[in-house]
């Protein structure tokens, strides 16, 4: 190997271009996940500035665009993390019934608790229309089931990040995604498999 430096094209980010190139990309990944045009604009607006504070740091090993996605998840988790920090965790009962319904003896299915048998499809019209349905029941969890089920499905953050996210222990943690994808799959089956 000769002693020639290999010269790193420096890549530079533009951030007179983001809103016009990835603002309304940047909106709708959030909104989903925070279910609050008002909330979902300002962390926009805040994942704009924190890039605009650190654009310095940006050294162009991802796109720009991955790089404003990076940001904008670590708001999304920052929000969720102050959300739970404010409200006290209470253990509430269960309006859909007794876990006991949903499971017998042996740890199987309840006679009336079974799955449906569900078919997905490559119709993007379908498709669209089952992410609507999920977004309705996503919304109607209590709001501890709900970011549980965001930060786990959503963000794919993992348990132990999710419990130090929302402050949780692991077995509040478990109980609450049990919980939430009952209600899920019980409001999907109610409202798409409808037989």
Same mark, same amino acid.
């Given at each position: 190997m000769d002693n020639k430096t290999i010269e790193k094209k420096v890549i530079k980010a533009d951030p007179q271009k983001w809103l016009e190139f990835y603002g309304d990309l940047l909106y709708q990944y959030t909104l989903p996940r925070v279910n609050d045009k008002e909330v979902a604009e300002d962390?926009?607006?805040?994942?704009?500035?924190?890039?605009?504070?650190?654009?310095?740091?940006?050294?162009?090993?991802?796109?720009?665009?991955?790089?404003?996605?990076a940001i904008l998840k670590n708001k999304i988790i920052d929000y969720y993390r102050k959300k739970a920090s404010e409200q006290k965790v209470m253990s509430r009962p269960n309006p859909q019934g007794s876990e006991d319904d949903w499971f017998n003896d042996e740890? @199987? +299915?309840?006679?009336?608790?079974?799955?449906?048998? +569900?078919?997905?499809? @490559?119709?993007?019209?379908e498709r669209k229309e089952?992410?609507?349905?999920?977004?309705?029941?996503? @919304?109607?969890?209590?709001?501890? $089931?709900?970011?549980?089920?965001?930060?786990?499905?959503?963000?794919?953050?993992?348990?132990?990040?999710?419990?130090?996210?929302?402050?949780?222990s692991a077995s509040?943690? +478990?109980?609450?995604i049990h919980r939430a994808r009952? $209600?899920?799959?019980?409001?999907?089956?109610?409202f798409w498999l409808k037989s």
């Open positions: 962390l926009v607006q805040e994942t704009f500035l924190s890039a605009l504070k650190g654009v310095h740091n940006y050294k162009g090993d991802s796109s720009e665009k991955n790089w404003l996605f740890g @199987d +299915w309840g006679e009336n608790r079974k799955p449906k048998n +569900w078919h997905t499809s @490559d119709n993007p019209t089952i992410q609507k349905i999920i977004n309705i029941c996503k @919304d109607h969890l209590k709001t501890l $089931q709900q970011h549980v089920f965001i930060l786990k499905y959503l963000e794919e953050l993992d348990s132990n990040e999710i419990c130090k996210v929302l402050n949780i509040n943690y +478990w109980v609450l009952l $209600q899920m799959r019980d409001c999907v089956e109610k």
